[in-house]
């Protein structure tokens, strides 16, 4: 247990390659650093001036619950700050936390031995999972979750955290995403707000039940819709938005009185890492936890029978998903993405149009958006003009060199940045570039790309693009257009830039997808009236504002009777003259029921 620290974490080459510098502690779970990884893992400490060249470590999946505690635990014992790192590797997001210090003591090696060992016990696996399941349910029967103090006390604690912890959301969307603060605020921070104070605003409303109508059949009588909690249900979200995808959702399981659990993204490190933090110290946890982790820890999760499963992520996963959901009769809501057209007439008011076009793709985190347009259909006599005008939008907006601006988020991981460049070095579309192209990797950097007349073979065609890029079809006349959307997948969002009211109608009434927009980009998902989800391949159910808590609540149908009123037609021995009052009731002929009462026939 007193072995030297160094010894157990690093080479001793390491050690004598970075000498007399300070040494390095890394903290650790499963993984061993090879080939690639080690590359990346090179890159990324090279902005933090260490050398990992002789590193021989292992690295724990990234900003989950364990990994902090011990970083937190180390910290506090040995009295050194740790810095955080992350790095991308094989599609995922991988952090640490690792100690610089001028002397190695025994005795905070041993401390941190004995806190690994500690930690390695703490891995989230199929038992974790159950047990967080029974304790939860628990509560959840207990009714505690289901009253509206409960649920109000909840949600005003989500949004003193977001309010108090602001700056430290921002840092860590920074770290993650180098997501400007400006868009942090706008669609992390103040959306999130929003969507609580609406829950809190309306939530007295959404509870009661609602009236409803009843029919001759069960006169007298009087009906309602009472809307009641689902149990225990699981969120899972991904990390383009890691604040608002996880929070939005949640807020909604708590307004219709459900506990839950969420599993933010491991390729948010940063943000998953925060939200298990903030969550743990603002919200009761008796009824509302967080489990960080990757696919082992979804996976354990995945086993466990919920009252509902809210996942926003790729169709791939979606798949796994709701195959794990059905084993338990689970239902759920899959929040998924699509390719999102953009169709841009020629009569349109050309700056406002490009600049909203701007604006919903590379204005929002540089296009790593579910909804962001993600191809153009114009028609081939105005994208030349179009395209111009995007040419000078995009200096305007960001500089003549794209990639040093601070007002575009990076690629989220090395993983994607590597997709994305694939998609831009596909032979097919090597002439097709008009605009951007550049690329930094170090930096996980993309420039606002565009391409024309790429064909619909090529790679970036083929699936979402959720980057930078944005090819330009172009068709002989503008309807034709809905032919080519329709001809694929049915979008997450469909866009439509005209003035011409008759082809608005028809764009409407023709293209399929989850939402629209006419005349701008995005903005219908910060309405709270309307559902926001996708259809076909884009996703099942919808949530935001009333549609979140209808997402989480079943509809109870309450029929209420009195001892008085009953029919005699319903009762055995059934005879000729029942049958015909009973027809002539069903089918409210007054005549023909006054003919049964008296014992006349019509026919
Ligand atoms: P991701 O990699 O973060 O995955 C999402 C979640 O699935 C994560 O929590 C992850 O841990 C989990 N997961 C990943 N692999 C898994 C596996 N094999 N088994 C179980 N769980 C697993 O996110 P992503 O898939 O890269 O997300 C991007 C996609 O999400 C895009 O298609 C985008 O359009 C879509 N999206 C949709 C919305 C929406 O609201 N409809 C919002 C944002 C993103």
Same mark, same amino acid.
């Given at each position: 247990?007193?072995?030297?620290?160094?010894?157990?974490?690093?080479?001793?080459?390491?050690?004598?390659?970075?000498?007399?510098?300070?040494?390095?502690?890394?903290?650790?779970?499963?993984?061993?650093?090879?080939?690639?990884?080690?590359?990346?893992?090179?890159?990324?400490?090279?902005?933090?001036?260490?050398?990992?060249?002789?590193?021989?470590?292992?690295?724990?999946?990234?900003?989950?619950?364990?990994?902090?505690?011990?970083?937190?635990?180390?910290?506090?014992?040995?009295?050194?700050?740790?810095?955080?790192?992350? /790095?991308?590797?094989?599609?995922?997001?991988?952090?640490?936390?690792?100690?610089?210090?001028?002397?190695?003591?025994?005795?905070?090696?041993?401390?941190?031995?004995?806190?690994?060992?500690?930690?390695?016990?703490?891995? /989230?696996?199929?038992?974790?999972?159950?047990?967080?399941?029974?304790?939860?349910?628990?509560?959840?029967?207990?009714?505690?979750?289901?009253?509206?103090?409960?649920?109000?006390?909840?949600?005003?604690?989500?949004?003193?955290?977001?309010?108090?912890?602001?700056?430290?959301?921002?840092?860590?969307?920074?770290?993650?995403?180098?997501?400007?603060?400006?868009?942090?605020?706008?669609?992390?921070?103040?959306?999130?707000?929003?969507?609580?104070?609406?829950?809190?605003?309306?939530?007295?409303?959404?509870?009661?039940?609602?009236?409803?109508?009843?029919?001759?059949?069960?006169?007298?009588?009087?009906?309602?819709?009472?809307?009641?909690?689902?149990?225990?249900?699981?969120?899972?979200?991904?990390?383009?938005?890691? /604040?608002?995808?996880?929070?939005?959702?949640?807020?909604?399981?708590?307004?219709?009185?459900?506990?839950?659990?969420?599993?933010?993204?491991?390729?948010?490190?940063?943000?998953?890492?925060?939200?298990?933090?903030?969550?743990?110290?603002?919200?009761?946890?008796?009824?509302?936890?967080?489990?960080?982790?990757?696919?082992?820890?979804?996976?354990?999760?995945?086993?466990?029978?919920?009252?509902?499963?809210?996942?926003?992520?790729?169709?791939?996963?979606?798949?796994?998903?709701?195959?794990?959901?059905?084993?338990?009769?689970?239902?759920?809501?899959?929040?998924?993405?699509?390719?999102?057209?953009?169709?841009?007439?020629?009569?349109?008011?050309?700056?406002?149009?490009?600049?909203?076009?701007?604006?919903?793709?590379?204005?929002?985190?540089?296009?790593?958006?579910?909804?962001?347009?993600?191809?153009?259909?114009?028609?081939?006599?105005?994208?030349?003009?179009?395209?111009?005008?995007?040419?000078?939008?995009?200096?305007?907006?960001?500089?003549?060199?794209?990639?040093?601006?601070?007002?575009?988020?990076?690629?989220?991981?090395?993983?994607?940045?590597?997709?994305?460049?694939?998609?831009?070095?596909?032979?097919?579309?090597?002439?097709?570039?008009?605009?951007?192209?550049?690329?930094?990797?170090?930096?996980?950097?993309?420039?606002?790309?565009?391409?024309?007349?790429?064909?619909?073979?090529?790679?970036?065609?083929?699936?979402?693009?959720?980057?930078?890029?944005?090819?330009?079809?172009?068709?002989?006349?503008?309807?034709?257009? /809905?032919?080519?959307?329709?001809?694929?997948?049915?979008?997450?969002?469909?866009?439509?830039?005209?003035?011409?009211?008759?082809?608005?109608?028809?764009?409407?009434?023709?293209?399929?997808?989850?939402?629209?927009?006419?005349?701008?980009?995005?903005?219908?998902?910060?309405?709270?009236?309307?559902?926001?989800?996708?259809?076909?391949?884009?996703?099942?159910?919808?949530?935001?504002?009333?549609?979140?808590?209808?997402?989480?609540?079943?509809?109870?149908?309450?029929?209420?009777?009195?001892?008085?009123?009953?029919?005699?037609?319903?009762?055995?021995?059934?005879?000729?003259?029942?049958?015909?009052?009973?027809?002539?009731?069903?089918?409210?002929?007054?005549?023909?029921?006054?003919?049964?009462?008296?014992?006349?026939?019509?026919?």
């Amino acid at each position: 247990m007193n072995e030297p620290l160094s010894s157990f974490y690093a080479t001793p080459s390491f050690f004598s390659h970075s000498a007399p510098d300070p040494s390095v502690y890394i903290v650790v779970l499963h993984q061993h650093l090879r080939g690639s990884a080690l590359a990346a893992l090179q890159s990324a400490m090279s902005s933090l001036s260490v050398d990992v060249a002789a590193l021989d470590c292992r690295l724990g999946v990234g900003a989950n619950r364990p990994l902090r505690h011990l970083t937190n635990k180390i910290s506090s014992q040995t009295h050194i700050q740790p810095t955080q790192l992350s /790095f991308s590797y094989k599609h995922k997001s991988w952090s640490f936390a690792f100690f610089r210090t001028n002397h190695i003591s025994s005795k905070s090696c041993s401390a941190t031995l004995s806190l690994m060992a500690e930690v390695e016990k703490e891995t /989230f696996d199929i038992e974790k999972a159950d047990l967080l399941v029974k304790d939860l349910r628990k509560v959840y029967r207990s009714g505690k979750t289901k009253s509206y103090e409960w649920r109000v006390s909840q949600l005003k604690r989500i949004l003193k955290m977001v309010e108090e912890k602001e700056r430290d959301i921002i840092k860590a969307l920074q770290e993650d995403l180098s997501k400007p603060e400006l868009e942090s605020y706008i669609s992390e921070i103040s959306m999130t707000k929003g969507s609580c104070k609406h829950a809190l605003e309306e939530l007295e409303a959404w509870m009661k039940p609602q009236k409803a109508k009843t029919s001759i059949t069960t006169y007298p009588s009087s009906a309602e819709i009472v809307s009641e909690p689902l149990g225990v249900v699981l969120v899972i979200s991904t990390w383009n938005y890691p /604040f608002l995808l996880s929070l939005d959702p949640v807020i909604g399981a708590i307004a219709a009185g459900n506990a839950v659990v969420l599993k933010p993204s491991e390729v948010a490190p940063a943000s998953s890492s925060l939200l298990a933090k903030l969550l743990e110290e603002y919200v009761d946890n008796s009824a509302i936890r967080v489990v960080e982790g990757a696919v082992a820890e979804t996976s354990a999760l995945l086993e466990q029978k919920w009252d509902k499963i809210f996942y926003t992520g790729s169709g791939h996963v979606g798949r796994i998903v709701m195959a794990a959901a059905s084993k338990h009769l689970t239902p759920v809501i899959l929040e998924l993405g699509g390719k999102c057209p953009v169709v841009v007439a020629s009569d349109v008011n050309i700056k406002v149009a490009t600049m909203r076009i701007i604006a919903g793709k590379w204005g929002c985190n540089n296009g790593q958006t579910c909804i962001a347009p993600d191809y153009i259909i114009t028609t081939k006599a105005f994208a030349p003009k179009l395209i111009d005008a995007l040419r000078h939008e995009l200096v305007e907006f960001f500089g003549v060199n794209p990639l040093e601006s601070d007002d575009i988020s990076r690629i989220v991981n090395l993983y994607h940045y590597k997709r994305l460049k694939r998609l831009i070095d596909d032979d097919k579309v090597s002439n097709k570039i008009v605009l951007g192209g550049q690329t930094n990797e170090n930096q996980l950097k993309i420039a606002p790309t565009i391409l024309l007349d790429v064909p619909e073979d090529a790679l970036v065609m083929k699936e979402e693009i959720f980057g930078p890029l944005l090819p330009i079809l172009t068709v002989e006349n503008i309807e034709d257009s /809905f032919t080519v959307i329709n001809s694929r997948s049915k979008p997450l969002a469909a866009y439509f830039f005209t003035n011409n009211e008759d082809l608005k109608k028809d764009f409407v009434r023709n293209v399929s997808a989850g939402g629209m927009l006419i005349n701008d980009t995005i903005l219908h998902l910060t309405v709270p009236s309307l559902p926001f989800g996708g259809v076909g391949e884009s996703g099942m159910g919808s949530y935001h504002g009333k549609f979140s808590f209808d997402a989480f609540s079943h509809k109870k149908a309450v029929l209420y009777r009195t001892f008085k009123g009953d029919s005699p037609t319903r009762f055995p021995p059934y005879s000729a003259g029942k049958l015909q009052l009973l027809k002539s009731l069903m089918e409210g002929d007054m005549f023909r029921i006054i003919l049964s009462l008296i014992g006349w026939s019509k026919d």
